[in-house]
């Protein structure tokens, strides 16, 4: 009988609260069971075999053992049912706590894992798009320097014809001197026809004035033109000295472009990288999660064994209650299907056939069934 | 359109981890605490394509649960895996005259409930 209890402790003894209640309760089972069999005077023939009645006890003291053996399985059955549910509620907070965690790590890995669905090409097309944009603005930074150069061009033409203009300045002020020469000649030649010239000597006198005022007229010209000239030459110096700043600018411009377009595109492949980093870490995290979760199935075996320790507690009181006003010790046979009635699990059977230690062993290495690398059976029967 | 498949177990830890396994794997599951509660969420659920149950359970059992149900005219076709810590062949020939179709021992791992699902869920 104590070799039955040792083996269940040893079979049962994982750590588990719960599973050590069990033990201490099939210790006291144990020490109570001898006394039982020292009341109930068994006498040396019938040791593992038939009871058999002798002497039975006073009533008085049959009434005490019996009531001290319903507040043993009172106060038992009361702590395992505590230890259930204590076992259940903390369970069933865990599984959920475990199934929120792995809703969150849902979220969390579902978005790298559609990040990296499209993620390639979808940053590729956003660069794209910013590297377009940008390139537009440069185009349109040419067409600026385009149009100024035209503009510039129609400059160089006007000044080419402001050469032209000086030139025919110059004429006007050589047709006045020519003019103003013959006005001179004409005024002599009026006095040397004396009175009769003296009306041409007026005409040569006006001739004369406006042959001056045309050479005023095309030296000013002139002048204005030269002017002109040089506010066009200045100007095209200018405009040359611009397109040169800004050829430099929009070079510039343009290495800042494919610096920053890269900086970002590697910025974004990190980022990437590390969102997939992420969603292959949470994956783990989940998978190890979900193990977890698979681990509590413990928590169902261990309220089989202990429902049936449970109902154990009952049976074997009740029929040690039965026994003790005859004085008939139970039957060992009798007494061994009692304990086990209830049982479903193949390491409670290995308890029950004195076999704790292999039950023990077996519930670690392949015995009955294949297992994976957790311990998990993996044979499913199908009929 | 995903497949229903039926939870019965008294344990509501086993349920959560059962259920988790097969939600995972694309199906929906409707649960139920024992082979009673188990027959009244059969008539009252629309279609249900596969059930997985307990053996040892209050009010009524997995086997008892199972011949039920294979006596309803509805839900005679529907298959049934059991998965519980019972593991002796005297059970397992209760089960399988009752009318189950599998028998998974406790602990099980998710494949193997998964891989005995796809064998015999009803199209």
Not at chain 1, 372 to 381: I, K, L, M, S, W
Request: glycine residues 6%.
């Amino acid at each position: 009988m104590a070799a039955m209890w040792v083996a269940a402790a040893s079979a049962v003894w994982t750590g588990q609260p719960v599973l050590a209640a069990c033990f201490w309760l099939g210790v006291a089972l144990t020490a109570a069971y001898p006394l039982l069999r020292k009341r109930l005077r068994t006498p040396p023939h019938t040791a593992g075999g038939l009871g058999v009645t002798t002497e039975p006890m006073p009533a008085e003291a049959t009434a005490a053992l019996m009531q001290r053996l319903n507040e043993a399985a009172r106060t038992w059955t009361t702590h395992l049912a505590t230890a259930q549910t204590e076992m259940h509620e903390a369970t069933a907070k865990l599984l959920q706590g475990f199934d929120e965690i792995l809703t969150q790590l849902d979220t969390i890995v579902a978005a790298p894992e559609q990040a990296a669905a499209g993620g390639v090409d979808a940053r590729s097309a956003v660069l794209e798009e910013c590297e377009s944009q940008l390139r537009g603005l440069i185009d349109n930074f040419h067409g600026f320097v385009r149009s100024r150069e035209d503009m510039m061009g129609s400059v160089r033409t006007l000044s080419g014809a402001s050469s032209g203009l000086r030139d025919m300045a110059e004429d006007v002020a050589k047709l006045a001197r020519q003019t103003n020469l013959l006005s001179i000649n004409a005024a002599i030649e009026a006095a040397r026809a004396g009175p009769s010239g003296r009306g041409f000597a007026v005409v040569a006198t006006e001739v004369r004035r406006l042959s001056a005022e045309s050479g005023d007229t095309g030296r000013r010209i002139s002048e204005r033109v030269n002017e002109f000239g040089a506010h066009m030459q200045t100007a095209l110096t200018q405009a040359a000295e611009h397109t040169e700043a800004d050829a430099q600018v929009i070079h510039e411009s343009e290495a800042t472009i494919h610096r920053v377009v890269g900086q970002v595109d590697q910025a974004v492949t990190e980022l990437n990288q590390r969102a997939a980093e992420l969603g292959q870490r949470g994956q783990i995290v989940r998978v190890q999660v979900e193990q977890l979760m698979m681990a509590f199935q413990f928590q169902d075996r261990v309220h089989q064994i202990v429902d049936q320790v449970n109902s154990s507690i009952h049976s074997a009181v009740a029929c040690l209650q039965q026994a003790l006003p005859t004085g008939q010790t139970p039957q060992a046979e009798a007494w061994r299907t009692l304990l086990s009635a209830g049982y479903s699990t193949q390491e409670q059977r290995a308890v029950l056939a004195g076999a704790g230690a292999r039950a023990r062993a077996g519930a670690a290495t392949p015995a009955i069934a294949p297992r994976d690398a957790t311990g998990t059976r993996t044979e499913t029967t199908f009929f | 359109m995903a497949k229903t498949i039926l939870i019965v177990d008294d344990s509501s830890s086993l349920r959560t981890v059962v259920r988790m396994a097969l939600v995972r794997a694309g199906y929906e599951v409707i649960e139920a605490g024992d082979g009673k509660e188990g027959l009244k969420a059969l008539e009252t659920a629309a279609k249900v394509h596969l059930i997985v149950s307990d053996v040892n359970m209050p009010n009524m059992d997995g086997i008892t649960f199972v011949s039920q149900v294979k006596k309803h005219p509805r839900l005679k076709f529907v298959p049934v895996i059991m998965l519980t810590t019972e593991n002796q062949d005297s059970k397992m020939q209760e089960g399988r005259l009752a009318g189950a179709k599998a028998w998974i021992v406790k602990p099980f791992n998710p494949p193997q409930l998964l891989d005995a699902v796809s064998k015999l869920i009803l199209p």
